[in-house]
């Protein structure tokens, strides 16, 4: 039989050369947090024309004043099933009200349902010609011309709602990106504003058009058809105001053609700071939680105290896995730009899950065998434990690290990350759970920790032939 416990130095010393330079890198360089753990925004953009660059909407966002900005493309077949071609881009020459919206949609004959969103821009400072933008998907296939005939006549527009920002306490959804003007243009002023009311769960904006009996001519300037089958993500740890938004959002218009915000997320100091406090509270909770169950289901190893070491044991392993994770990402920050947001969280705590799964195969085999092979040492038990159930381990870790090395090399940009962190992740658990928790065991039952403080072990008492119980300097009771 082949004695793994005999290399457990070696095996510490291999994780202590992973862990120790990304604990340096976290107290020098600290994490790279994304705007789930300090503030900021994310934005959704869809464009009606090909040709846009992540470069040129990252750089849009910057000159508005917008800090850390990372832009994502993906691909997207539109809403649900139907296709990008079938989504319109319908430019008014002014901006319109509600009720005209209603007119729009029976125009078309189609629902709410089917307006994606109307763009306000008549709160951009110095915009020439400010006018709606409506995103309209139809059904069954139609035409640009189609569209634009049925919206040839079109009756005057009611008064344009007014919104207000979100604050940058709340976490909110708006479909509806546009105005905080209390002015619809020189010619009406809206008597009195009316209020968004942002809620904690996203959701659309909900404007309330300011009341007036005032009517205003409108046509329809363009028709788009959409030809862009990507969606943009926007990220920025700076909170933008509906100003610094539609300032973006205009001057992409102007440059690209159609443009604009399927939803936004914002997210403001005191909420980024109560995720990190639930973060840390998850991992603390999810580590109790694990050590009191091993703590009971290893109670028949010999005493409750006994039992608890295996939980402890199993503990500092999968503390072992997040240290890796984290630490590696400390350095990736640094270097590379990456974040620590929500999915790196939950990919944390899905490597915490697998490494304690994969550690108790290990343990309960050994439980098992102490009390079939009450004759050996406790070294040779786990050495006989780790043999009968590596090839079972190594088989279940490598058919999940497959699949996430080939999402890692060949899948979107943005899941790269929180797969690498799990691809990361997995492959330590692998390695603790086989070569570092049953050794910290080892260590521990034997009383081989004390010699590192020059004491001596106590030998333990150990089943011996016939029932008989003798001492030995295989194990200590500690």
Known sequence: MYHLTRYKYWFFLISGLVIVPGLLALIFWHLNLGIDFTNGATINMRFANNGVTTTEVASAFKKVGAQDVTVFAGTSAGQGTIPTDQYFYITF???????????VQNLLGIT?????????????????????????????????????????????????????????????????????????TAKATATTAATTVATGTPSSAVATPAPTAQSFPVKVTKVTQGANGQTYEVNTQTFLTNTQLNTVVFALNNQYGPAYVQDQQSVGPSIAAQTTLYAFLAVLLASLAILIYIGIAFRKVGSLQRSFRFGASAIIA?????????????????????????????????????????????????????SRRTSESFQTVV????????????????????????????????????????????????YSSIFN????????????YKQWFGRRPTPPAVQGRGGARRRELVGANV
């Open 93 to 103: 020459s002014r901006p319109i009200g509600k009720a005209e919206v209603t007119n």
């Open 112 to 184: 709410a349902n089917n307006v994606d969103n109307v763009i306000y821009t008549y709160d951009v400072p110095n915009a020439a010609n400010p006018g709606a933008l409506m995103v309209v998907h139809f059904d069954k296939q139609t035409t640009a011309a189609a569209v634009e005939a049925k919206l040839a006549k079109l009756p005057p527009t009611d008064a344009p709602p007014v919104e207000t920002a979100p604050s940058p306490t709340t976490q909110a959804t708006a479909k509806a990106t546009g105005t905080v003007s209390a002015t619809a």
């Open 318 to 370: 999968l503390l072992h896995d997040a240290l890796v994770v984290v630490g590696l990402w400390a350095i990736f920050g640094h270097f590379f730009n990456f974040k620590v947001d929500s999915l790196f969280l939950t990919a944390v705590l899905t490597v915490i899950g697998f490494s304690v799964h994969d550690t108790i195969v290990v343990f309960d085999r050994i439980r098992e065998n102490l």
């Open 383 to 430: 050495d006989t434990s780790l043999i009968q159930t590596m090839s079972r381990s190594l088989n279940t870790s490598l058919t999940v690290l497959f699949t996430l090395a080939a999402l890692t090399l060949f899948g979107g940009a943005s899941v790269q990350q929180f797969t690498l962190a799990l691809l990361i992740g997995i492959a330590s658990g692998t």
């Open 437 to 448: 928790a049953s050794m910290i065991l080892v260590v521990w039952e034997t009383g081989e």
